[in-house]
Structures are given as C-alpha cells and as structure tokens.
C-alpha cells in the first residue's frame, strides 16, 4: 500500500509518537509511507525513522494552495489511504484526498477531540472519513460526542509500544519517576503529598516541564522533599530515565489512553494510577492493587507506595515483569501495527 500521515499540529505530543511509531512499522512491512508535518522536529525525525518527512504550511481552513499541493503529492506518489489528525488536516489534506476519491482515515486522541459544530458535521459527511481510535474508551465517548457518528464508523486498534528485553533490575532504595506534564490536571501534589508521609527511603525522579512547575518546585520544598526528588526540566530521552527507576506515577484526574503509561510498562516499570480514561484497557490484573480509584487522593497513593517500599527484591521484579509481560500481551508496536494494516487493507 502507499499511505500518507499528515499532521498539522505545532506541538510534539503523543500524537507524533504515535504516528511515528506505526508510520515506521508500515514501512518496515514494505509499504511506501509518506509523512507530511509542520513541526521542524518531526519531519526531520520522520526523515530518519520512515525515509520520508516533508514540511507543509497548511494555513486557514480550505487554503486552496494547501489542497493542491496534497492534491499534487497524493497523485504523483499513487496515495491509497490518507491518515490525518484533527483540524486543519481534514480542511486540507482530507479535502484534497475526498477530491482525488481516498479514503480519509482521522485519528481520535480524545473522547472529545472534535467539538460538534454545523461545519464539521458538513464536512464530515460530504469526506466521509473513518475514525481510528486508541482504546474503547475514547471510541465511546468520541461517538457520543458527535450525534452524526456511529460505532460502525470507527475502529480501535491499541496504541503500540516496543517492549524493551534487557534484563529488569531494580534500584535500593526503590526510585519513582512521573514523566506527566506538570500542569494541574496531571496530579502532581497528591503524589508529593504521599511521598511526604513515607516512611521508607526512597527517590523520585519528574520529568518535564509545565504551567505549574514552580508551585510544584516550591511545594517539594516546603515538604522537605528536596534532598529525595531530582527535577530534570525538558527532555528528549524518557525511555533513558524510565529504564534507571521501578516505579512510576500517573495521578492524572483524567486521561485517554495516555502513552506515559504504554512508555513505562514497556520499560518494565511498576505503574500506579488512578483508574481513569482507558488505562483499566491496558492494566495487568496482577496489578490490580495498583490501580486506584478515580478520586483517589494522596493517603491512597502513599499506602500503594509504602506497600511497594516494603516488598522484598524478588516481589518487586515479578511486578516489573507483569508490566512489561503486559506490554508484549496487550499493546506490543509490531502486533498493532499488523493489525493497523490489516484493517487499513480492507478500505484502501
């Protein structure tokens, strides 16, 4: 097959990840993949990964310029399916492909990616795309979210990670890592509540940055965190800093299938979260003790943590290796990624 990804957004998130990762396992199973962004980063990592990443500048809504040119590289590379994101990949590129006679192929990263408006409703039933879905979760509420939309419409195919296979070690004493954004819905203070009142040693790694890294900075140092806790700012190798922890903390209120979670199991690390968006699709069930409920607060996750600080080594590494065995099971890159093309095979 020839298959197109095109992403339009300025950011690189999970989205990116994603498309890379199943756009590098398409050409690695002989299909002719092209990428179209707007990003530097990503096109110049779609360039490494998939042998093809071109910049595009998409413009308003139904640029004509924009139109024409997909219109231009969908032709000359014989496109068979186009993969597009949200916004203005559908105004563009999805209107260029519904005009040579694609098949559109939009990817939901949320139950409410799309808000329901007359002009997408329009614009949806004249490309008439099928919608790609990580996790049934999302697949629910995004159906619900569009009256237009109905489940024969949609497909889930899990989002994929590589599992890792170096041997699982573990550190003394036992070391978390939260590798969320640091903004106010991810969570961050119930789990610094929590480590303020463990008794075991311990360390914590967080990663990234955000709206409220400062207020969290400052939270950690009026708990007499500091001498525990190592801020690493922004970073481009969190497979690198999940490989060096055991642990790792998704307090996140809400959440769709979120690839921080895919990231650590497949490293082979200990999740604890609450049980929110599509998580419960990925959990292993020798893990269930671990998932709290979706208002859990700080006590919740300090005792799952204590209970973990307390374990002996042999425990702790059979935990590590239910997660990653969960990977290889549930959400394995290669195993999705065939299954993407078998489907992508029956409406191209």
């Known amino acids: ?37 707007r990003q530097p980063a990503f096109v110049e990592k779609a360039r490494e990964r998939v042998g093809h990443g071109e910049s595009v500048s998409f413009g ?38 519904k005009l ?55 497909k889930v195919v899990l989002s994929g990670k590589t599992c890792s296979s170096h041997p699982l070690g573990l550190n003394r004493p036992l070391r978390f890592v939260c590798s969320s954004q640091l903004n106010h819905d991810k969570g961050h203070k119930d789990v610094l509540n929590a480590m303020a009142e463990l008794e075991g040693r311990f360390e914590c790694r967080i990663l990234g940055t955000g709206k409220i890294e400062q207020e969290l900075k400052d939270l950690s140092a009026n708990l007499g965190l500091n001498d525990r806790v190592e801020w690493t700012g922004f970073t481009t190798d969190v497979p690198g800093h999940l ?25 082979g690390l200990i999740p604890v979260a609450r049980d929110v968006g599509g998580v419960r699709e990925v959990w292993p069930d020798e893990l269930a003790e671990f998932l709290l ?26 935990l590590k290796e239910h997660a990653r065995s969960a990977c290889r099971n549930r959400f394995e890159l290669q195993g999705r990624a065939e299954e993407l093309e078998q489907w992508l095979a029956l409406i191209a």
Not at 293 to 318: T, V
């Open 1 to 37: 097959m020839n298959i197109a990804f095109v992403n339009s957004t300025h950011k690189w998130g999970g989205v990116k990840t994603w498309v890379l990762g199943f756009a590098e396992q398409l050409a690695l199973r002989g299909h002719s993949v092209a990428v179209w962004g």
């Open 60 to 97: 308003p809504d139904f640029n004509p310029v924009a139109v024409l040119r997909f219109m231009w590289e969908f032709r000359s590379r014989r496109v068979q399916v186009v993969i597009i994101n949200v916004g203005k990949d559908l105004t563009t590129a999805g209107v260029a492909a």
């Open 100 to 154: 040579l006679g694609i098949p559109v192929v939009q990817r939901i990263g949320l139950p409410r990616d799309i808000p329901y408006t007359k002009k997408v409703d329009r614009l949806h039933n004249w490309i008439k795309p099928v919608f790609l879905c990580p996790c049934e979760y999302i697949r629910d509420g995004f159906v619900k979210s569009l009256p237009y939309v109905t489940r024969e419409q949609t």
């Open 243 to 267: 490989r060096e922890c055991d642990v790792f903390l998704l307090p996140s209120y809400s959440e769709g299938l979120p690839n921080t979670l895919l990231e650590a199991m497949a490293e």
């Open 293 to 318: 409920h979706p208002k859990a607060g700080a006590e919740e996750f300090r005792a799952a943590l204590e209970k973990l600080l307390n374990l002996p080594d042999e425990q702790i590494l059979a």
